[in-house]
């Protein structure tokens, strides 16, 4: 079965330091999400993107945050400067169109210290 | 908020009993799905039942959906160790962006 994948699995950055997370959506989806999970809460959305733009953020999607697409496969999320409070699971998810099912990847831990 | 809360919060069977677990959510839905999560890892997709649809099956899982109740339930049958995870349920609401509102999440645990 086709698969959302994830890179890194686990990171860990100072405070103040730029990260990107990258993600491989699955090949023949339109719409792509970035969601997370800070440990033991809900999973939060973040962001979707689609036809090459983003068309929604949550709050927390601040300045801090932007996602591209740059290559036609890979879609990244770039937290500037990261914060402590940065610190949880984030989910990549895409799906192929409206009101289909939405796959997630495994998850990047990014732990910041 | 858009979503309520899956109850019960944490439940714990034995192998080979059935688990039932519900969601409850606010707006109307375009469709709601099941997701499961074993513990740090990936959120894996159980079902998507959409909101002109009463009940689905796959496997050993069953959901339902009652829209004039705005719930759902998720029912695992004959319940294996492997099952051990948390449960959450997912609406699709914002009609045309295809985002997921989550719930809290039942902890399930499957006593051997």
């Known amino acids: 079965e086709p698969e959302v994948t994830q890179t890194p699995s686990h990171q860990v950055t100072q405070m103040g330091q730029e990260v990107i997370l990258r993600c491989v959506p699955i090949?023949?989806?339109?719409?792509f999400y970035w969601y997370r999970q800070i440990l033991g809460q809900k999973v939060e959305f973040l962001v979707s993107?689609?036809?090459?733009?983003?068309?929604?953020k949550s709050e927390i999607f601040d300045d801090q945050f932007s996602v591209e697409r740059p290559d036609g496969s890979n879609f990244t999320l770039k937290i500037r400067s990261t914060k402590l409070e940065d610190s949880a699971m984030y989910f990549c998810?895409?799906?192929?169109?409206?009101?289909?099912?939405?796959?997630f990847g495994e998850g990047s831990w990014l732990t910041v210290v | 908020s858009q979503q309520g809360e899956e109850d019960p919060q944490a439940l714990s069977i034995q192998e080979g009993e059935n688990a039932t677990m519900n969601c409850s959510y606010k707006t109307s839905i375009n469709n709601l799905q099941w997701y499961r999560q074993n513990s740090g890892r990936g959120l894996v997709h159980l079902i998507l039942?959409?909101?002109?649809?009463r009940e689905k099956h796959s496997g050993r899982l069953r959901v339902t959906l009652d829209t004039s109740k705005k719930s759902s339930s998720l029912l695992i049958t004959a319940s294996r160790a492997a099952d051990t995870a948390s449960y959450f349920c997912a609406t699709d609401w914002n009609f045309g962006n295809e985002k997921l509102t989550f719930g809290t999440g039942t902890r399930l645990t499957i006593i051997p």
């Open positions: 090949s023949n989806h339109l719409y």
């Open positions: 039942i959409r909101s002109n649809e």
């Open positions: 993107f689609y036809n090459n733009e983003i068309s929604e």
């Open positions: 998810a895409s799906i192929q169109g409206a009101g289909n099912t939405i796959y």
